[in-house]
């Protein structure tokens, strides 16, 4: 659920995890997802469906937004601003941007967008989930996009494992010498909390990865994956 601390901010808990207090409550779990969805396919795919105007960077109006939810889906009538910057701010992932009344995916984009994203600070290896199958062809290929605009790369094997899980219950994980294909003019962008991306990453800056999973103890379970 989304909720919000009146001194500590936006959250997704019970209680605040600064203070403890319970907080204003928001939205509740079905609405986190449906909401989140929506998010998904207007900002990234669809928002002429909305009968909205995006602009050259990716950024819409949120009241625009907002008012275009409230339209389609009577549930949402309540929807005011500070619900969608709730879901922007503690997004898990840093898929939304808020900025000066406008609110934009960072990634996942089907459209043409220039999102203008940092290329500064990448981490030296990145990690791309693949399967068996495809393995050896994106070893001698590289990395291209295939229904998205750009290559989605990871932070860490785990994160890129929870990504791979979303085409495959084994997925094999590829470690990229990021710093290598930066110094051989492959531009590389931050594009959220744990996923960096290029518009190609050339067969010769990958390898398959050595590193195996670690197991979760017995009595936790695998987080679900998100979007």
């Known amino acids: 659920m989304l909720k919000e601390c009146r001194s500590h901010g936006y959250f997704r808990d019970e209680y605040c995890p600064v203070c403890g207090s319970e907080a204003k409550f928001l939205l509740n779990d079905q609405e986190v997802e449906l909401l ?4 998904a396919g207007v900002l990234r795919h669809f928002p002429e469906r909305y009968g909205l105007e995006m602009d ?8 625009d937004f907002i008012t275009a939810v409230q339209i389609r889906n009577k549930r949402f009538r309540f929807l005011r601003p500070h619900h969608i910057v709730g879901l922007v701010e503690t997004d898990p992932k840093g898929r939304y941007q808020f900025l000066d009344g406008k609110v934009r995916a960072t990634y996942g984009h089907s459209l043409d967008v220039d999102l203008d994203l940092p290329t500064e ?26 229904d998205r605009k750009m290559v989605h790369l990871s932070l860490s094997f785990e994160a890129a494992m929870e990504a791979g899980r979303v085409r495959s219950d084994n997925p094999l994980i590829l470690e990229v010498n990021a710093k290598a294909a930066r110094e051989s003019g ?28 670690e197991e979760l103890p017995p009595t936790e379970s695998r987080p679900e994956t998100p979007s």
């Open 36 to 39: 989140g969805r929506t998010m």
């Open 186 to 213: 492959v531009v590389i962008h931050k594009a959220g909390k744990t996923v960096y991306t290029s518009k190609e990453v050339p067969g010769e800056f990958l390898a398959r990865s050595s590193r195996v999973e």
């Open 56 to 63: 050259g960077h990716g950024w819409v109006d949120l009241r």
């Open 121 to 146: 600070g990448i981490p030296d290896v990145l990690f791309y989930p693949t399967t068996n199958e495809e393995l050896h062809v994106l070893l001698e290929a590289g990395l291209r996009p295939a």
